[in-house]
């Protein structure tokens, strides 16, 4: 970023991959004000990774159950605990989603600190939102076999000796 002075008015240069893009100084000032603004209304929001860690904490998670109710490494509890340098996918909210049974009001909740969203016209994600509101009470095996019936992709990482269920 360079800043120069033409005439009246002030300018910022920013490189973009190949070119450069000029921006007076009121847009930029603008900007660092909208910044700033940000940081006041999300400083108090818990990241995604926040608040997967309190629901892990509620519900009194250990490595053992973690890795039975969402088919992931338990490892992976520990990495959520000592916090991420990326987001979750949206496999791995809905893995957390079906094992701890969560309401469709914490999966939108986790979804949006996350930045996803489900799409009003993917089949994919409507099989996701009905096994959080009518398939609550099953474990994630059969929420996959659902998955699998519909040739998508399993939540978790599947394990070599995993349950069957039935729908």
Known sequence: ?????????????????????????????????????????????????????????????????????????????TRIKSGFNSLPSMRTIMAIAVGYKLRISEVNELMLLAGHTFSPMSEEHDIYKFSIVAMRNYDIYKVNKLLRKYGYKELGAPLENKKEGTI
Do not use: H
Request: hydrophobic share 30%; with cysteine; aromatic share 12%.
């Open 1 to 77: 970023m360079e800043t120069y002075v033409t005439g009246n008015s002030s300018k910022t240069k920013y490189k973009v991959e190949d070119q450069t893009i000029e921006l007076p100084a009121e847009v930029e000032e603008n900007f660092e004000s909208f910044k700033r603004w940000r940081e006041v209304e999300t400083g108090d929001m818990p990241t995604c990774w926040e608040r997967i860690r309190e629901i892990l904490y509620d519900k009194g998670e250990t490595q053992a159950s973690f890795g039975s109710k969402m088919l992931l490494n338990p490892a992976y509890l």
